[in-house]
């Protein structure tokens, strides 16, 4: 009971407490101008489809030609927080680069028709 060491479990647990405290307290992430303007470079681009549920595919944010068999839906519009603009009627809107990032764009994207 009198060695140094029996501090040592005590000093990591509090280690740990202040890392999950510090990580919950911070605010999430935001995002950059390159992140904007990756995803505006996506506008035109056909992504293809990397799995997920049918109701939610999960998307590469790597583009492919549209004259692709494996190309699955092309980007026709790229919304930015805080900026003016809609998807056209008919588009589903998602998040094809960082989900969960505040001021991550959106992008508006069609089916490609084979």
């Given at each position: 009971m009198?060695?140094?060491?029996r501090?040592?479990?005590?000093?990591?647990?509090?280690?740990?407490?202040?890392?999950a405290?510090?990580?919950a307290?911070?605010?999430?992430g935001h995002a950059?101008?390159a992140?904007?303007?990756?995803?505006e470079?996506?506008?035109?681009?056909?992504?293809?489809?990397e799995?997920?549920?049918?109701?939610?595919?999960?998307?590469s944010?790597?583009?492919?030609?549209?004259?692709?068999?494996?190309?699955?839906?092309k980007?026709?519009?790229?919304?930015v927080?805080g900026h003016?603009?809609?998807?056209?009627?008919?588009s589903?809107?998602v998040?094809?680069l960082?989900t969960?990032?505040?001021?991550?764009?959106?992008?508006?994207?069609?089916?490609v028709k084979?």
């Amino acid at each position: 009971m009198r060695s140094p060491f029996r501090l040592i479990p005590l000093v990591i647990a509090v280690i740990i407490v202040a890392v999950a405290v510090w990580e919950a307290t911070r605010p999430p992430g935001h995002a950059t101008k390159a992140d904007i303007a990756a995803a505006e470079a996506l506008k035109g681009q056909c992504l293809v489809r990397e799995g997920g549920k049918p109701e939610f595919p999960v998307l590469s944010p790597t583009p492919v030609k549209c004259s692709e068999a494996r190309a699955y839906a092309k980007v026709v519009a790229v919304i930015v927080p805080g900026h003016p603009g809609s998807c056209p009627l008919g588009s589903a809107v998602v998040q094809v680069l960082q989900t969960g990032v505040v001021g991550e764009p959106s992008e508006c994207l069609l089916p490609v028709k084979h």
